[in-house]
């Protein structure tokens, strides 16, 4: 009898917003061994390169959008997933977790979580860089469940995973290309040789400048298509093209390679502008 007045109680303490007691977490941490560090080749942004951030692991992960996301039902008590990225100097932590949420008093009713920790080091090759993610430590935290004292769900998230997740990111890019051509004539080279995108907006000149600037287009590069911005502006006998591109990398094993995605599109650029 007892036992159920207690489940009565937190029954109600959930409906009308009362703190209920949650029992204790569970917590595991374990070292992670021989799982090879995933290596990413960046090109740095212009704000690195310019020299007004200093070169350092977190400015250079700071460049990269990390493949985050957040999944979750509707209603009363809503069941979400999420996956986020941190960077704290040179180390780096992700983690996945499924939980059960109160949307009335925004209490974790129920949650289960792998969290992976390691270090980044940083190198140069020419004007790139590469950084090397190395996980060390696997932390497993489970929250039961007020009512049973169980926990409710399962997570998956082995070391591949994170490896899978960061083949998934992006970088945004900015380079310029200049043209023998006009700024009129380098546009209706992207209008006839890439895809335009729908919403991309109308073109318009500035009368200061003479920029024409054209909505969003994509370019095929092998057997990708890459979204970029693309603006023209006269310059001495011809023009300039300003791209700003977001790039997806090239997986080879445990690597990840953007340089040598962002070199073939700078090729099919200068193509576009020169013929």
Same mark, same amino acid.
């Given at each position: 009898?007892?036992?159920?007045?207690?489940?009565?109680?937190?029954?109600?303490?959930? &409906?009308?917003?009362?703190?209920?007691?949650?029992?204790?977490?569970?917590?595991?941490?374990?070292?992670?061994?021989?799982?090879?560090?995933?290596?990413?080749?960046?090109?740095?942004?212009?704000?690195?390169?310019?020299?007004?951030?200093?070169?350092?692991?977190?400015?250079?992960?700071?460049?990269?959008? !990390?493949?985050?996301?957040?999944?979750?039902?509707?209603?009363?008590?809503?069941?979400?997933?999420?996956?986020?990225?941190?960077?704290?100097?040179?180390?780096?932590?992700?983690?996945?977790?499924?939980? &059960?949420?109160?949307?009335?008093?925004?209490?974790?009713?129920?949650?289960?979580?792998?969290?992976?920790?390691?270090?980044?080091?940083?190198?140069?090759?020419?004007?790139?860089?590469?950084?090397?993610?190395?996980?060390?430590?696997?932390?497993?935290?489970?929250?039961?469940?007020?009512?049973?004292?169980?926990?409710?769900?399962?997570?998956?998230?082995?070391?591949?995973?994170? &490896?899978?997740?960061?083949?998934?990111?992006?970088?945004?890019?900015?380079?310029?290309?200049?043209?023998?051509?006009?700024?009129?004539?380098?546009?209706?080279?992207?209008?006839?040789?890439?895809?335009?995108?729908?919403?991309?907006?109308?073109? @318009?000149?500035? @009368?200061?400048?003479?920029?024409? @600037?054209?909505?969003? !287009?994509?370019?095929?590069?092998?057997?990708?298509?890459?979204?970029?911005?693309?603006?023209?502006?006269?310059?001495?006998?011809?023009?300039?093209?300003?791209?700003?591109?977001?790039?997806?990398?090239?997986?080879?094993?445990?690597?990840?390679?953007?340089?040598?995605?962002?070199?073939?599109?700078?090729?099919?650029?200068?193509?576009?502008?020169?013929?």
């Amino acid at each position: 009898m007892l036992s159920r007045f207690f489940i009565v109680f937190a029954i109600l303490s959930v &409906l009308f917003g009362c703190a209920v007691s949650l029992p204790p977490l569970i917590s595991k941490t374990e070292s992670v061994a021989s799982v090879a560090p995933v290596a990413i080749l960046l090109i740095p942004s212009p704000e690195i390169t310019d020299g007004d951030v200093p070169v350092s692991p977190e400015a250079l992960a700071s460049t990269i959008r !990390f493949n985050n996301y957040r999944i979750g039902g509707e209603g009363s008590y809503a069941t979400i997933e999420s996956l986020k990225w941190r960077i704290n100097g040179a180390r780096f932590g992700v983690e996945k977790y499924r939980a &059960l949420l109160s949307r009335g008093t925004g209490s974790v009713m129920n949650k289960v979580s792998i969290d992976y920790d390691g270090a980044i080091s940083m190198a140069r090759f020419g004007a790139n860089y590469q950084l090397a993610f190395d996980i060390e430590n696997k932390v497993y935290t489970a929250q039961p469940d007020a009512l049973s004292g169980k926990v409710k769900y399962a997570i998956g998230f082995p070391p591949s995973e994170v &490896l899978e997740n960061l083949a998934n990111a992006k970088i945004a890019w900015k380079f310029h290309v200049d043209s023998e051509f006009n700024s009129d004539s380098t546009f209706a080279n992207f209008s006839r040789m890439a895809r335009r995108e729908v919403f991309g907006g109308s073109a @318009s000149r500035n @009368s200061v400048s003479g920029k024409l @600037s054209e909505g969003d !287009f994509w370019v095929r590069v092998e057997n990708t298509e890459i979204p970029v911005r693309v603006e023209t502006y006269p310059y001495r006998n011809g023009s300039k093209v300003v791209v700003y591109a977001v790039l997806g990398g090239a997986v080879v094993g445990n690597t990840i390679d953007f340089v040598s995605v962002a070199e073939a599109l700078r090729k099919e650029i200068e193509r576009i502008v020169n013929s």
